[in-house]
């Protein structure tokens, strides 16, 4: 269940800040918000170290690229795992100083901006076409560069796109070894969407039980990095919505369902999400480490790449209402193009503040809508608010920072601009 009770209150801490914000720039703004990122950081590795394991962080990029969070999570020394040429340009921008390169099909010019600055990555390859590329490129330029593999198990069901399969792991580790210009050390897979451990508990025991049955002893030496990738959800500041458990995406009885709501017939107004706290992760990973791994492969280390839980509270959204169509219907300035999908309308509940007219108890049932020209442009069905919300109010939308701004696209209206705020 997320801690909606500290979330309000630092709500409440950022109000007289953003009214402030809002009276001196023009709305909508994308909320930066460094503080979070880094308790964000420190609750993931302190997670780990609490059961005896440093791990080693790489952002994972995708969740949110805004260049302000790069620059914090690097200069809190972590490194950066990208998926794409713009992605890696985006980790060097930063400076950062350990980049993982992780994603299906690279192409020669991928490798090309790979090897011209291959001492700060590490290559998790996906098929044995890019490892024969990658060690023809490197060779060629005199380089030797380190890489692992991605592999997948029945775990990963229907993600068979990315890299081999784990039975064919010992031949991509031969064919790896064909070649000076590779250094092949690693093995690496992902799986995303957990709210409890134990999928990385099973990945980790299938993986020793292979090294165990297909490597010798002096070989597993070879292997210098696990990487479990992303996938664990932090304790989110949504939930689902009551009337649609589901997360459908398409509704056909939405009129019906939105009279119901705006009349209040749903109690409760929203389904909480639960997830294991990231200790709970962190010990039953660090274990299946302790008992499993470390007997086999002494010389691993554990590398993970988090991306929601990094970035989930990162951003907060502040918009302004522009017009009140009826008592229950207000548009904002700011629309769905500003994350890019129906995350609000379908898939989850926020709570949205109107901190132009104050009050965290009364939730009100209320349609705010977006001003893109589109009906699929929701905020939210209720707000928090004083009294019914007028054209001119500040509407908060708190903590989104994870595959929002990442998703935000031109369509209608431009992408509105990112405001770094410091909370005093
Ligand atoms: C390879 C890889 N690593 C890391 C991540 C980040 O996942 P999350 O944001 O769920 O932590 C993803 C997301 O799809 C991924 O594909």
């Not at 060779?139 to 030797?144: S, V």
């Not at 210009?181 to 990385?200: A, D, M, Q, W």
């Not at 480490?289 to 839980?309: C, N």
């Not at 009906?375 to 928090?384: C, F, M, S």
Request: charged share 20%.
């Amino acid at each position: 269940m997320p801690d909606f009770v500290s979330k309000f209150t630092k709500v409440k801490k950022m109000r007289s800040q953003l009214l402030v914000v809002a009276k001196k720039n023009p709305t909508p703004l994308y909320l930066y918000d460094a503080a979070e990122v880094k308790t964000n950081l420190t609750m993931f590795r302190q997670a780990f170290a609490k059961f005896g394991l440093q791990s080693k962080v790489f952002y994972a990029i995708k969740s949110n690229p805004y260049a302000g969070l790069l620059k914090t999570v690097v200069d809190e020394g972590v490194g950066l795992d990208v998926s794409s040429q713009c992605e890696l340009k985006l980790a060097l921008a930063a400076r950062a100083k350990k980049i993982i390169y992780t994603g299906p099909a690279k192409t020669e010019k991928d490798f090309e901006l790979i090897l011209c600055h291959h001492s700060k990555i590490t290559v998790n390859l996906e098929s044995r076409r890019e490892l024969e590329l990658l060690a023809k490129m490197a060779g060629a330029k005199k380089i030797t560069m380190r890489c692992g593999v991605r592999i997948h198990t029945k775990i990963q069901q229907g993600w068979t796109k990315f890299g081999i399969p784990l039975a064919e792991l010992r031949a991509f580790y031969d064919a790896a070894k064909r070649y000076k210009s590779l250094r092949f050390c690693g093995v690496h897979f992902h799986i995303s969407y957990n709210k409890t451990p134990e999928k990385y508990v099973a990945m980790l025991v299938e993986l020793a039980n292979y090294f165990q049955k297909n490597f010798k002893p002096q070989e597993r030496e070879n292997f210098a990095y696990i990487d479990i990738g992303g996938g664990i959800y932090p304790q989110p500041f949504e939930g689902v919505h009551t009337w649609n458990p589901n997360q459908e995406s398409y509704f056909d009885n939405y009129e019906k369902t939105l009279d119901k709501v705006l009349n209040n017939k749903f109690h409760p107004r929203f389904k909480p999400l639960v997830v294991a706290p990231i200790e709970k992760f962190a010990q039953d990973i660090v274990v299946a480490w302790h008992t499993k791994i470390s007997p086999l492969l002494p010389r691993v280390e554990l590398y993970a790449e988090p991306g929601r839980f990094i970035s989930h509270s990162a951003m907060h959204f502040l918009l302004r209402i522009i017009d009140v169509k009826n008592p229950q219907l207000g548009i904002t300035d700011g629309g769905n193009n500003m994350f890019g999908w129906e995350k609000y309308q379908f898939f989850n509940y926020v709570p949205l503040f109107n901190l132009s007219q104050f009050d965290l108890k009364n939730e009100i049932p209320f349609l705010t809508c977006g001003s893109l020209c589109t009906p699929d442009d929701v905020w939210g069905y209720y707000i928090y608010t004083k009294k019914t919300p007028k054209a001119g109010n500040i509407i908060l939308l708190p903590f989104q920072g994870a595959y929002t701004y990442t998703l935000a696209q031109n369509f209608i209206k431009e992408i509105p601009p990112v405001y770094d705020v410091r909370f005093i």
